[in-house]
């Protein structure tokens, strides 16, 4: 799988915006965002169906960011040692694999129900992949 377009790069970026006032100031905004995804995934999905994903987006973002190698996922699709590699990378390391996450679902699932997902995880956040060639 390539990069994630732009489009779910931007996404990415504003679920990490979104999530920036609800975490804790314990938790990096990147592993907040992965916990929020992993609850509504895994009602969608199963525990076993999101830790497959994850697993996927997080090898993918390793792949560009070789910090995030070391990333682990536990069987219950907690990220450990994220904290770390995403304190060290910021933002950077969180969109890489958000956006690999996201990606993979509309792979799976189609946008539509990506989208549907997203919003019951973010209500009050406007939540839409921006296409380019819709400005045209």
Do not use: C, Y
């Amino acid at each position: 799988m390539d990069t994630p377009s732009p489009s779910t790069q931007d996404l990415a970026r504003r679920l990490l915006a979104a999530s920036q006032s609800a975490s804790g100031p314990h938790i990096p905004d990147g592993v907040a965002v992965i916990e929020t995804l992993r609850i509504s995934l895994a009602k969608f999905a199963g525990d076993a169906g999101f830790v497959s994903l994850l697993r996927r987006a997080v090898a993918l973002a390793g792949a560009e960011l070789p910090a995030l190698q070391s990333v682990k996922i536990g069987e219950n699709g907690r990220l450990d040692g994220a904290d770390s590699a995403i304190s060290a990378l910021g933002d950077e390391a969180a969109v890489a694999i958000t956006a690999h996450l996201l990606a993979l679902l509309v792979v799976f699932v189609g946008e539509p129900l990506t989208l549907r997902l997203l919003r019951q995880s973010w209500p009050d956040t406007h939540i839409t992949f921006k296409h380019p060639e819709a400005d045209q």
